[in-house]
């Protein structure tokens, strides 16, 4: 029996002294933040760039951080719906297309503003200033196309689009602002044919010839490394996409300094930068090093 008590009383003991060092630890942590910041980023090159520079970012400012992949646009704003991530940076002309499913053509400040307060009425969530870019789709075809053709405008491409194969991201494919939209935008308009596929292999199947028009970023380094011409919207089909970290209402009340962080972001970026950046990730750079290399370049890190 003694030696059963001893045993309770040292188990006691030890039990004692760590609920004691786990006390002193979450008494002296200093963190900036009382619980992680979960964001998070679509599956493509600039997404997963941006979402590793915010990581860092924050990180250097004494946040806990986590940086997730998820798909899609939907994936990411219902995850900031259902308290199921904190932060993303979205596209102004996503949002105002895709998700709130508008068709006027507005300006740049006028989208920002009206999703600005339709995304904080609907789903609680706040858009801060966006980085500076504009991340819109554009048509391209490779250069000797362009001069074989003398395509300057999209609607240059209707006599001869039924000869023509189209590419995308399966995104794309299916929102508003995508395919069947840009075809009620320009009648006649009919290619041949639309073949959905990774975004990062839609640019060099343009160049091998494997599709004749290609669905581009904007901010696409492999624009100018392919030497592709980008087709003027001469309708004003595209809205602008310029991008902007949007945070959850209920997580930025719980930690108000977080506001502070995300508005030193703005309009530090140019579409250069990014194709830039986009281009040393594509060329198989480490997104971590770039997203490390962007914040210097930048003055937000040391």
């Known amino acids: 029996m003694r ?13 004692l002294t760590v609920i004691s060092l786990v006390g002193c630890s979450s008494t002296d ?3 900036s933040s009382d619980k992680t910041i979960r964001i998070v980023n679509k599956n493509y090159t600039e997404q997963r760039l941006l979402g590793q520079m915010l990581g860092i970012y924050l990180e250097s400012k004494g946040y806990d951080v986590t940086v997730s992949e998820l798909g899609g646009t939907m994936l990411c704003l219902n995850a900031l719906r259902n308290d199921d991530a904190d932060i993303y940076f979205e596209y102004t ?3 105002y297309s895709a998700i709130l499913n508008q068709s006027d053509i507005l ?5 920002y503003d009206y999703v600005k307060e339709q995304y904080s009425e609907q789903y609680g969530i706040t858009w801060f200033e966006p980085l500076g ?3 819109t789709y554009v048509l391209s075809v490779t250069r000797d196309k362009a001069d074989e053709y003398n395509l300057e405008t999209i609607s240059d491409l209707i006599p001869i689009s039924q000869d023509f194969l189209i590419g995308s991201d ?23 044919g639309l073949k959905t596929m990774d975004q990062g292999l839609t640019y060099n199947a343009v160049k091998t010839g494997d599709l004749d028009v290609n669905v581009s970023y904007a901010t696409d380094g492999r624009i100018a490394k392919y030497d592709l011409v980008n087709l003027e919207d001469d309708n004003n089909f595209f809205p602008p996409y310029y991008v902007a970290p949007i945070v959850n209402q209920s997580f930025l009340d719980a930690n108000p300094d977080l506001s502070e962080y ?6 530090v970026l140019t579409t250069e930068d990014m194709q830039k950046y986009n281009l040393l990730v594509d060329e198989g750079t480490d997104v971590v090093d770039v997203a490390t290399q962007l914040l210097q370049d930048k003055g937000l890190i040391e």
């Open 3 to 15: 030696k059963l008590l001893k045993k309770i009383t040292t188990m006691l003991i030890i039990s």
């Open 29 to 31: 942590d200093t963190t």
């Open 93 to 95: 002309g996503t949002a």
């Open 107 to 111: 300006s740049a400040d006028d989208t």
């Open 133 to 135: 870019f504009n991340n």
């Open 170 to 192: 399966s995104e794309f494919a299916n929102r508003t602002d995508g395919y069947e939209g840009l075809l009620a935008a320009y009648p006649g308009l009919e290619f041949g």
């Open 262 to 267: 995300l508005e030193a972001l703005a309009n």
